[in-house]
């Protein structure tokens, strides 16, 4: 009876694997992530088949080069690390749709999101042109989708005509529209070795006490030309995911449970005080109900497996 009269439903096709992509010759895990590792280029496709057999259907990748400069440089190498990684998935495994994150941070030495102003804070427009370029290279190995991730005004519009003049129209954009100055995207910087030198990203992502700024945010996004929307984090902006999928019922939307999320979860979960699975599919589900069609977790393939074993 229970599941005749279920709402909301929660399967591996629902679910997106982040994975962190290095050019070290080892797997390395992640501290503050148990259970998440940093996977060699040459490895990451065995971990993409994997994912795709317990049935998730998508990964977002995040690639760490081993030289990070002033620039970024390698963001938009064609033979950069997430340009290689992206090659090898869809040669390995065509169906699964490929997304990767559009954003400076991870290729920078300093760790911030743009280009930088001679007193440190990222210039908006000067960064534009860059995503552009990083968004074509991903779409040349083979991306499906781009994702930026670096809350930059514009950024949605210049990417999609970037795409557009080099031959990709089908290359979707997938927004990460509303996205806060979290606090719970620590791990990640750890995992990423995104830590910034100096100053913060307040200046371009959102103050977690708005929440009309982040219709706006949206509005902007679909005017200029986002295929899909995003919410991040997600268990603390569920209103926020709500709110967004009423504002735009038609287009595919996506909540990141960030690496706080995870790791929040996971220490409970160590030290007995949580039950990991149970508190997980809760989770997972309440962003379900909230109005994601889809959900970034680190979780996937925990999740694809205990699903299949249920
Ligand atoms: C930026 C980016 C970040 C995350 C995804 N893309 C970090 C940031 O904004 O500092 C965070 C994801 C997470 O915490 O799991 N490229």
Redesign the pocket.
């Known amino acids: 009876m229970r599941q005749l009269v279920r709402e909301t439903m929660l399967a591996p096709e629902h679910l997106i694997a ?1 994975l962190f992509v290095t050019e070290s010759a080892a797997r390395e895990p992640v501290a503050s992530m148990p259970g998440v590792e940093r996977v060699p280029v040459e490895s990451v496709a065995a971990d993409a088949v994997a994912l795709f057999r317990l049935g998730v259907r998508a990964v977002v990748l ?1 690639g760490i080069p081993a030289i990070k400069d002033a620039a970024g440089s390698q963001s938009f190498a064609s033979d950069g690390v997430t340009q290689r990684a992206v090659r090898a998935i869809k040669a390995a495994v065509p169906e699964l749709a490929v997304i990767t ?1 559009v ?1 400076l ?2 290729y920078t030495d300093h760790g911030h ?1 743009g280009v930088l102003a001679p007193d440190g804070t990222p210039l908006n427009d000067a960064t534009l042109p860059v995503l552009g370029r990083i968004a074509v290279s991903h779409a040349r190995a083979g991306a499906d989708v781009v994702a930026p ?2 809350m930059m005004d514009g950024m949605v519009g210049s990417i999609r005509t970037a795409l557009d003049t080099d031959g990709h129209p089908d290359v979707a954009v997938l927004s ?1 529209s509303v ?1 806060y100055a979290s606090a ?2 620590g ?3 750890d995992a ?1 070795a ?1 830590s910034l030198l100096s100053g913060d ?1 307040r200046t371009h ?1 959102m103050d977690p006490a708005n929440a009309r700024e982040a219709l706006r945010e949206a509005d902007l996004d679909v005017a200029e030309g986002a295929d899909m929307l995003m919410v ?1 984090p997600a268990l603390a902006y569920l209103d926020v995911v709500h709110a967004l999928r009423a504002q735009h019922p038609s287009l595919p939307l996506v909540a ?1 449970q ?3 999320e ?1 790791a929040m979860l996971k220490a409970a979960a160590a030290n007995g005080w949580l039950d990991e699975r149970a508190t997980v599919l809760e989770t997972l589900i309440s962003i379900r109900r909230a109005g994601a069609d889809a959900i970034i977790t ?1 979780f996937a393939g925990d999740v694809a497996r205990w699903l299949r074993d249920e």
């Open positions: 982040p995040f994150d954003c941070c991870e999101c991730s670096g990460y996205k719970f995207y791990p990640f910087r990423a995104t990203r992502q991040k990141y960030v690496s706080g995870y680190y």
